[in-house]
């Protein structure tokens, strides 16, 4: 079955369950990289919003014969109704820029992955990446989520990109925070949460006592974090703290890996590290680059090596 063909039965079928009193639309989300998902969102009359539940890894599934379609459509239902909000949200906040100015944050995508999304949004380049912006939704019944901040939202704020960045950055830092951990309590973190039965904490401290030192850093949630690097002062805080220039490594776009240059001079081993990486372990829309990047402590500026 073609996968159009896989979404349109999956939307009958939610159809079928859900009555008269729902809406059930299916659309193509373009999301990070270029990467399109199609979703499907199931909405009450009285409602505005809806989790959007993207299909495509529920038709992997069906064609390798792992779920049936039943199965899909079970799961779509069930998923829907522990993600559901039995409310509307009055967005007519979001006409005004002072009221969404204090919740504007920024993140990081790749310049030339995004160009079709970058014709149609405000951002700032650097390096070989894009500085975007997007406005922090929160509401006490369904978390927090995020609105991609377009080029129609400034020419009805009538704002410039600079003035939005110089909100996101006051903003990110205060609404995001952020985390450096050293890699060794990440592996012990992720060991013990897999095999809490077995794990000893002296015995994973000295397995990985002689190891490279390497630092993970991201914010709060965990959630694009890789624009971290773009905080005044953290970075150059980071290396009077360890007293050496790092080598920036693009994780992904939740998170970065900083690694001191005293220990390892090899950037092109690091470049085939990050390639491998990204071409194996790391989703189409998380990648952020396969740039490596240097923190100069001396010269206090980013560069791409």
């Known amino acids: 079955m073609e996968f159009l063909n896989f979404t349109m039965l999956v939307r009958e079928e939610v159809e079928k369950r859900t009555g008269e009193c729902y809406k059930v639309r299916l659309d193509d989300v373009r999301k990070n990289n270029g990467v399109v998902l199609r979703g499907i969102t199931v909405t009450q009359d009285d409602s505005n919003i809806s989790p959007t539940i993207y299909l495509n890894s529920y038709y992997e599934e069906y064609i390798k014969g792992r779920a049936t379609l039943i199965n899909v459509v079970n799961d779509v239902m069930d998923t ?145 974090g890789a624009a971290c690097m773009l905080y005044p002062n953290l970075i150059q805080d980071f290396a009077e703290a360890i007293q050496s220039s790092f080598y920036i490594i693009p994780s992904s776009i939740h998170e970065l890996l900083l690694l001191p240059t005293r220990h390892l001079e090899e950037s092109q081993e690091i470049k085939s590290m990050i390639r491998e990486i990204n071409d194996t372990q790391v989703s189409a829309e998380e990648i952020l680059s396969y740039s490596l990047y240097l923190y100069d402590k001396e010269e206090r500026r980013i560069l791409k090596i």
């Not at 070989?128 to 129609?152: P, Y």
């Open 80 to 224: 829907y109704h522990r993600n559901k909000v039995n409310q509307s949200v009055d967005m007519r906040y979001f006409l005004n820029y002072e009221s969404v100015r204090q919740k504007i944050i920024y993140k990081l995508v790749n310049t030339e992955k995004n160009k079709e999304l970058l014709e149609d949004i405000p951002h700032i380049e650097f390096l070989d990446l894009s500085i975007v912006f997007q406005c922090l939704v929160t509401q006490e019944d369904f978390g927090r989520a995020s609105i991609l901040i377009h080029n129609v939202h400034l020419k009805l704020w009538d704002v410039s990109v600079e003035i939005l960045y110089q909100a996101a950055k006051e903003n990110t830092q205060q609404l995001q925070g952020y985390e450096i951990k050293g890699m060794t309590e990440v592996l012990q973190e992720i060991m013990c949460a897999e095999d809490s039965e077995n794990f000893t904490e002296d015995n994973e401290r000295s397995s990985f006592s002689g190891s490279v030192p390497m630092y993970v850093l991201s914010n709060k949630s965990r959630v694009d």
